[in-house]
């Protein structure tokens, strides 16, 4: 694993919130000057500790205000299935988060939709016809307290 030292962890936590920082301002932040900011930025992003910057967005504004998780249990759990659900999962564009669970279940997904009648469609007639798919349970989100990062 890379090493990081303490100006990287303040750059990282700086970016988590303010992801469109300028640099010069980031590195008066950090305590450092712009070039040596800079440079530790680009090697951070370089090496996979910063993976990328994106706008957060508000669901409900963009017609997306349903949130359901979803367990799904799969008939067969060796790797060949798995890797078959995987590549199943990455086509579904109202999937948001999938997680392998060491539970009775084996994996959690967060979906996203415009309303019940959407996530139903998206249950039935896509993540019921994973592979390997042999039961799913649903619990619909009422209120989100908090959501998206640390």
Avoid: N, W
Wanted: with cysteine; proline share 2%.
């Amino acid at each position: 694993m890379d090493e990081i030292d303490g100006f990287d962890r303040k750059i990282i936590a700086v970016l988590e919130k303010e992801g469109r920082i300028s640099v010069t301002e980031l590195a008066q932040r950090v305590g450092l000057s712009k070039t040596p900011c800079q440079t530790r930025l680009k090697r951070l992003t370089d090496r996979g500790f910063i993976r990328g910057f994106k706008a957060v967005t508000d669901p409900d504004k963009l017609g997306l205000g349903h949130v359901a998780f979803t367990e799904v249990k799969l008939s067969d759990t060796r790797e060949a299935a798995l890797a078959e659900f995987r590549r199943g999962v990455l086509a579904i564009a109202e999937l948001e988060e999938c997680h392998m669970i060491a539970s009775s279940f084996d994996y959690l997904l967060k979906i996203r939709t415009r309303d019940i009648r959407h996530y139903r469609d998206v249950l039935g007639e896509r993540i019921s016809t994973l592979p390997h798919v042999a039961s799913t349970s649903t619990f619909v989100v009422m209120e989100t307290i908090r959501e998206g990062g640390f």
